[in-house]
Structures are given as C-alpha cells and as structure tokens.
Nanobody, 125 residues
Framework: QLQLVESGGGLVQPGGSLRLSCAVS????????IGWFRQAPGKEREGIAC????????DYADSVKGRFTISKGAAKNTVDLQMDVLKPEDTAVYYC??????????????????WGKGTLVTVSS
C-alpha cells in the first residue's frame, strides 16, 4: 500500500508559475513509476507527465510539453511538477498517482492504482 499527498496548488495569474509536490509513503518498493494527472470541471482526466522512480525517463502530454517539468524532489520519495507559462486552460484539480506502470501505461492512468486526493490549481487574472 502506498499513500500519496499532493501540495502546492493555488491561484496564479496567466503566464505565472507554480510548483506542485507529491510525497509518497508506505511500501515504497511497490512502485516503479509516478505521474501527474489533472481533471478540469466537465472534462475527462488527463495524464500530463510521468517519471520513472529512478528519474531516468520522463513522458509528457503534448498539452504541457515545454511548459511543465516533472522531476524527483529533493526529499526521498517525492516528485515535483514545475509548471511555467500557465494558461487558464491549465485550471484543474491535479493528482499524483503511482504504481508499476511507466511510460505510456503510466500516462494512460493504467497500472498506477495509488492516488492522492488532489490539489486545485486555478489560473486566472
């Protein structure tokens, strides 16, 4: 079992930056990949970035490529999502999830059964 807790959400103006963090605890041998997902009101959940546990491989959705960066956090078993050049359409609840899946399987949300409760990001002037 894993527990995931997201932090760092909030209100930011268009063009601004925000950094989210995901802390993983519990049986931390039980995951190989961790990803960030988001869901805006009335829209389907979207996988936006995934990273392998060792940080060696990353994947991004086209919608965030070049603006968002996923990385291992400074603390053990944390993963950060640096979000730059934020747009109003980035407004959503952001979730992190972990499991055995990496790469495209992680991005699809399959094979990452452990989820945090989410943190709200609002991009508005």
């Amino acid at each position: 079992q894993l527990q995931l807790v997201e932090s760092g959400g909030g209100l930011v103006q268009p063009g601004g930056s925000l950094r989210l963090s995901c802390a993983v605890s519990g049986f931390t041998l039980d995951y190989s990949g961790i990803g960030w997902f988001r869901q805006a009101p009335g829209k389907e959940r979207e996988g936006i970035a995934c990273i392998t546990k060792n940080g060696g491989s990353t994947d991004y959705a086209d919608s965030v490529k070049g603006r968002f960066t996923i990385s291992k956090g400074a603390a053990k078993n944390t993963v950060d999502l640096q979000m730059d050049v934020l747009k109003p359409e980035d407004t959503a609840v952001y979730y992190c999830a972990a499991g055995r899946a990496t790469g495209r399987d992680c991005m699809s949300g399959h094979g990452v059964p452990y989820w945090g409760k989410g943190t709200l990001v609002t991009v508005s002037s």
